[in-house]
């Protein structure tokens, strides 16, 4: 018995010990002002410790060490008041909701158009080469493409997401490869290569498309400025049109939420009825 009272004593000094630290934490909180999740994580932690040495006393007795947790245990209920009414855990903003029906003015510029450039309707693609989405709703744009020959042209703007280490030079690549007429074919291969830019893919797209690959390395790094300048100013307009992700589509400068081609149909067909 005596071996098991002193476990239990010290199992009380290391919880005494940590209640303290929750103290601590407590006035660091104060001054921080944004660090409550990991308080009350402690304190859920704290209270099952508790519930457990508590049964573990009921199975071998100990009436002053349970008063001693009950008072451990009052105290822990002051810490989780302390924290309810303390400085509120600051909210998300609220998601501003979008205008689906504002027209953005959104010059091609140097873009790369795919399909017919005299098209009167334009789909404008903001895209990630590394985007797993933008991989999987190219099909959707092909489709759009071949349905509407004529009709339709898809502009693409490079919006390479900071987390995609291969977006950028992806796109700098597919451009490069647009010096020899090659854009759209490279751009399906980074797209079905999660924009894998290693020297030994960079050599198979080059053959499979058969270009010249000492000018399209050339391309690629000689003209890295020029590239970047169109990455920037596609990036400044994605910013002032209210680009969240990729892909983002705009369909005569609206954006448009059509994932497929029933839905892109549906918008299109009117508005080529003069509708």
């Given at each position: ?31 921080v002002g944004n660090a409550l999740r ?136 597919a451009m490069a490869a647009n010096e ?10 980074l797209l079905a290569n999660g924009g ?80």
């Open positions: 018995m005596e071996n098991k009272s002193n476990v239990i004593v010290v199992l009380l000094v290391v919880l005494i010990g940590v209640v303290s630290g929750v103290g601590l934490l407590i006035g660091i909180n104060n001054a990991p308080i009350d994580a402690k304190l859920d932690d704290l209270n099952k410790k508790v519930k457990s040495i508590e049964g573990k006393l009921n199975d071998q007795g100990g009436g002053k060490i349970k008063e001693s947790l009950s008072d451990i245990k009052k105290e822990l209920g002051q810490i989780g008041s302390r924290i309810s009414n303390g400085p509120q855990r600051p909210s998300a903003p609220p998601q501003q909701e979008e205008d689906m029906n504002k027209v953005y003015t959104i010059d091609p510029g140097k873009s790369s158009i795919l399909g017919n450039k005299n098209a009167p309707v334009t789909i404008t693609e903001f895209s990630d080469f590394q985007c797993p989405f933008c991989a999987r709703f190219y099909s959707v744009i092909k489709d759009v493409l071949a349905a509407y020959p004529d009709k339709v042209r898809v502009v693409i703007k490079n919006f390479p997401l900071p987390f995609h280490p291969n977006a950028r030079p992806a796109a700098k690549l020899q007429g090659k854009f759209q074919g490279m751009m399906e291969a894998d830019v290693s020297d030994a893919k960079v050599k198979e797209y080059a053959q499979s498309l058969g270009l010249d690959y000492n000018k399209l390395m050339a391309d690629y790094k000689g003209k890295d400025a020029q590239w970047e300048k169109q990455i920037q100013d596609d990036m400044q307009l994605g910013s002032n049109v209210d680009v969240r992700g990729t892909p983002t589509f705009y369909l005569n400068g609206r954006k448009t939420n059509s994932r497929d081609i029933n839905s892109f149909k549906g918008q299109i067909d009117p508005i080529l009825a003069g509708k």
